[in-house]
């Protein structure tokens, strides 16, 4: 079960989106490897079926801070956002709100 919101962390690290439902998701057209990670901490893998669907796997482990934080400073930083160093959120909810924000800047 995936608890809303969420974001999208696109593979390759090329960035993240937030979104309030599935239906969201769908308009950011993801890939397989991208991951979404809901508003608990729970990481879920875009994987592809041997008929070819795509589903979200949950995975069991929680999202690590410590890697979600260097990924959106790097975030913040292509976007222009100055001080990415002292960025730094401490649960998945403020990382949430922390992209949903740098998408209004």
């Known amino acids: 079960m995936i ?3 969420a974001i999208i962390e696109f593979a390759g690290g090329h960035g993240y989106a937030w979104v309030a439902d599935l239906d969201e998701v769908t308009e950011h ?4 490897g991208d ?3 809901d508003s608990q901490g729970y990481p879920h893998l ?5 008929g ?3 589903y979200w796997q949950h995975q069991l482990r929680l999202v690590s801070l410590f890697e979600l934080n ?3 400073r790097v975030y913040a930083a292509s976007l222009g956002i100055c ?3 002292k960025l730094v959120v ?3 909810a403020e990382a949430i709100a922390l992209v949903a924000w740098l998408e209004q800047q």
Do not use: D, N
Request: glycine residues 14%; contains cysteine; positive net charge.
């Open 46 to 50: 875009l994987s592809q079926q041997t």
């Open 70 to 72: 260097a990924g959106l």
């Open 83 to 85: 001080c990415t160093s």
């Open 52 to 54: 070819g669907g795509l």
């Open 29 to 32: 057209r993801p890939g397989v």
């Open 3 to 5: 608890h809303w919101p």
């Open 90 to 92: 401490r649960t998945p």
């Open 35 to 37: 991951r979404l990670l």
